[in-house]
């Protein structure tokens, strides 16, 4: 197990180093592998994975819950083949478990990624959601409730902030110049 978790936390810090939104389609597909043959250490995993994704800089959260979406998906999928059901009742180390704790932490994570990711990621966070809506990955209440959060005008004191950050960036530039 402990390897497992060493190997996953190397994959997410190395997501760190790449241009936003911080994946790539080989990294996504190392670490949901990872994840599917390590399922007994689900309830570790999925820690990592909140945990990195909370400390992850805004531009980079996409990348994360991209893999967060591909390790789900997965586990959905390995559910449903092997008759697990999703649930509070289900048993730790089993792909039902795994599924049942990222649904519990979806709101947290989205709740995040819509107040921290730059505006022109947030088209690819709805796709997300569209996704998860087609295939019932997570339940309808939720999705509805990420779309209403996903739609909502942002603040006029984010907007402000978001503002005076993009003033201080071109200030920088000029001093680099």
């Known amino acids: ?23 790539s389609g080989s990294k996504i597909n190392s670490v949901t592998s990872l ?20 400390k992850t800089p805004g531009t980079h959260k996409l990348g994360v819950l991209y893999v967060v979406d591909s390790v789900t998906r997965q586990w959905v999928d390995h559910a449903k083949k092997t008759g697990q059901v999703p ?16 649904t519990e932490l979806m709101p947290v994570l ?11 990621q947030k088209d690819k966070i709805r796709k997300l959601v569209d996704i998860w809506e087609r295939g019932s990955t997570f339940p309808g ?17 984010h907007h402000d902030l978001d503002h005076e950050i993009d003033e201080i960036k071109e200030s920088d530039m000029l001093v680099l110049v």
């Open 141 to 157: 209440p939720m999705i509805a409730s990420f779309k209403e959060k996903l739609d909502a005008p942002r603040s006029k004191e």
């Open 87 to 102: 649930g509070s009742s289900a048993s730790d180390g089993t792909f039902a478990a795994g599924v049942n704790r990222v």
């Open 110 to 120: 989205m709740t995040d990624i819509i107040q921290h990711a730059p505006e022109d």
């Open 1 to 23: 197990m402990s390897s497992a978790v060493g190997e996953l936390d190397a994959a997410l810090q190395a997501m760190l180093s790449l241009k936003p939104p911080g994946v």
């Open 35 to 54: 994840c599917i043959a390590n399922i007994q250490s689900e309830s570790v995993l999925v820690q990592k994975l909140y945990t990195h994704f909370k």
